[in-house]
């Protein structure tokens, strides 16, 4: 098989590496096992576990920025300013202009800035010659503003739904006409992200989708089993709409049906949840068990009958990806990229916010023989193996990244 080389060196930049980015760690594997080196940055460092061996690999690679502390942050804009003088006052006096439109305050760009002024200098130490950002918050705001201290070039991937909640405020469209390229990853995204700049940079928004690796894509298919076990996985946020399973299977526990939930991930809501759960007399039906590695995710889901992801916003969720490509029917809500991949052949899809919707169609899979439920996995198996495969996508962003040639 040809080996290729690369003329660029691409950086990577997240804000802080959790445990749910699952699909930024794919996307790096994909492109080093495709001989792209990747340098590794993060703003801050992640204090809580990481359940994952290879999600502590890349915590551990990953260079922190903010780990220069305070004298740092002022040796590097002493450096800057007095290296790049002209750079240096153009990018901060951006900065001001961005800040003071933002919805975050003139402190946060400074701040953002202080960030560009360190990273700008690994850049070129460590001979980076492009920079990826993923989503389109403060990550993005840092690598615009170290492409203009370094001359880097920069794109940066945007996920929702906080970009597009807050495009105005976070200088969406300003950040867009400044990058090489921006990805979205959905169809969805792709047109949120065109209302938010000029028509000339249309052009420039590229769609890429997450991917799954072999782990998911390559694993023999499990039958659905005969249980009443319906698995969620996600951060613990109002946005994942957690509280609205618990209260939809209370519902079910009203009506004599047998559920049992199992809640995968961490968050501000689970002190919430866990009150829901406790008000709703649910403790034998509804458990928490916190992050979990990808094998015991995969295990989770392999041991239950469908997925549930009742969200309120999202961009297109990771989870139910990897629920089709286990074969696992989902439940989930009509809204952003979801439908792009979620429809009746494969699933259940509700209005977000109605529990009374969701037990409805909990109830309805519930009821469902597995012959029909190992019908629809297999469809949705298919889907995803066409659509959601991180070798074909991190190519397409390669391709995007430029400077690729084949040598064998």
Same mark, same amino acid.
């Given at each position: 098989?040809?080996?290729?080389?690369?003329?660029?060196?691409?950086?990577?930049?997240?804000?802080?590496?959790?445990?749910?980015?699952?699909?930024?760690?794919?996307?790096?594997?994909?492109?080093?096992?495709?001989?792209?080196?990747?340098?590794?940055?993060?703003?801050?460092?992640?204090?809580?576990?990481?359940?994952?061996?290879?999600?502590?690999?890349?915590?551990?690679?990953?260079?922190?920025?903010?780990?220069?502390?305070?004298?740092?942050?002022?040796?590097?804009?002493?450096?800057?300013?007095?290296?790049?003088?002209?750079?240096?006052?153009?990018?901060?006096?951006?900065?001001?202009?961005?800040?003071?439109?933002?919805?975050?305050?003139?402190?946060?760009?400074?701040?953002?800035?202080?960030?560009?002024?360190?990273?700008?200098?690994?850049?070129?130490?460590?001979g980076i010659t492009h920079l990826h950002a993923h989503f389109g918050t403060n990550t993005a705001a840092v690598a615009c503003m170290t492409s203009a201290l370094s001359g880097i070039s920069y794109s940066f991937t945007v996920h929702g739904p906080e970009e597009f909640d807050r495009a105005p405020g976070l200088g969406l469209g300003h950040k867009i006409a400044r990058a090489r390229f921006?990805?979205?990853?959905?169809?969805?995204?792709?047109?949120?992200?065109?209302?938010?700049?000029?028509?000339?940079?249309?052009?420039?928004?590229?769609?890429?989708?997450?991917?799954?690796?072999?782990?998911?894509?390559?694993?023999?298919?499990?039958?659905?089993?005969?249980?009443?076990?319906?698995?969620?996985?996600?951060?613990?946020?109002?946005?994942?709409?957690?509280?609205?399973?618990?209260?939809?299977?209370?519902?079910?526990?009203?009506?004599?049906?047998?559920? $049992?939930?199992?809640? @995968? !991930?961490?968050?501000?809501?689970?002190?919430?949840?866990?009150? &829901? *759960?406790?008000?709703?007399? +649910? /403790?034998?039906?509804?458990?928490?068990?916190?992050?979990?590695?990808?094998?015991?995710?995969?295990?989770?889901?392999?041991?239950?009958?469908?997925?549930?992801?009742?969200?309120?916003?999202?961009?297109?969720?990771?989870?139910?990806?990897?629920?089709?490509?286990?074969?696992?029917?989902?439940?989930?809500?009509?809204?952003?990229?979801?439908?792009?991949?979620?429809?009746?052949?494969?699933?259940?899809?509700?209005?977000?916010?109605?529990?009374?919707?969701?037990?409805?169609?909990?109830?309805?899979?519930?009821?469902?023989?597995?012959?029909?439920?190992? $019908?629809?996995?297999? @469809? !949705?198996?298919?889907?995803?193996?066409?659509?959601?495969?991180? &070798? *074909?996508?991190?190519?397409? +962003? /390669?391709?995007?990244?430029?400077?690729?040639?084949?040598?064998?």
């Amino acid at each position: 098989m040809p080996t290729m080389e690369y003329s660029v060196n691409v950086g990577y930049l997240v804000n802080v590496y959790l445990p749910s980015l699952s699909f930024v760690r794919r996307e790096l594997l994909a492109h080093e096992a495709a001989g792209l080196q990747v340098q590794r940055y993060v703003l801050r460092r992640y204090v809580g576990p990481l359940p994952d061996e290879q999600d502590q690999r890349e915590h551990a690679l990953s260079r922190e920025v903010l780990g220069v502390g305070a004298l740092g942050l002022l040796i590097a804009i002493v450096l800057t300013c007095f290296t790049k003088p002209g750079r240096f006052i153009a990018t901060l006096g951006d900065a001001v202009r961005e800040g003071r439109r933002s919805d975050r305050g003139l402190l946060r760009h400074l701040i953002c800035f202080a960030e560009a002024c360190v990273l700008s200098r690994w850049l070129k130490r460590d001979g980076i010659t492009h920079l990826h950002a993923h989503f389109g918050t403060n990550t993005a705001a840092v690598a615009c503003m170290t492409s203009a201290l370094s001359g880097i070039s920069y794109s940066f991937t945007v996920h929702g739904p906080e970009e597009f909640d807050r495009a105005p405020g976070l200088g969406l469209g300003h950040k867009i006409a400044r990058a090489r390229f921006v990805v979205a990853i959905s169809e969805f995204g792709r047109g949120q992200l065109m209302r938010w700049c000029a028509s000339e940079h249309w052009p420039k928004i590229k769609v890429v989708r997450c991917g799954l690796d072999a782990r998911f894509l390559r694993s023999d298919s499990v039958p659905v089993p005969d249980n009443t076990r319906v698995v969620c996985v996600g951060r613990l946020v109002e946005q994942k709409a957690q509280l609205v399973l618990v209260e939809a299977a209370a519902i079910l526990k009203s009506r004599g049906i047998p559920i $049992e939930v199992r809640l @995968i !991930g961490g968050g501000e809501m689970q002190p919430q949840i866990e009150a &829901a *759960v406790a008000r709703h007399e +649910l /403790r034998d039906q509804v458990k928490l068990l916190g992050w979990l590695s990808a094998a015991d995710v995969q295990r989770e889901m392999n041991e239950a009958r469908l997925i549930a992801q009742p969200s309120l916003a999202e961009g297109l969720p990771v989870a139910l990806m990897e629920a089709l490509a286990l074969s696992r029917p989902v439940v989930t809500t009509r809204i952003a990229g979801i439908p792009e991949l979620i429809d009746g052949q494969v699933g259940w899809v509700v209005s977000p916010g109605s529990a009374e919707e969701l037990a409805t169609a909990l109830s309805d899979a519930l009821a469902m023989p597995t012959s029909k439920l190992d $019908e629809m996995g297999r @469809i !949705g198996r298919q889907r995803v193996l066409l659509r959601h495969d991180i &070798a *074909v996508e991190a190519e397409r +962003l /390669r391709m995007l990244f430029g400077g690729a040639r084949n040598v064998g």
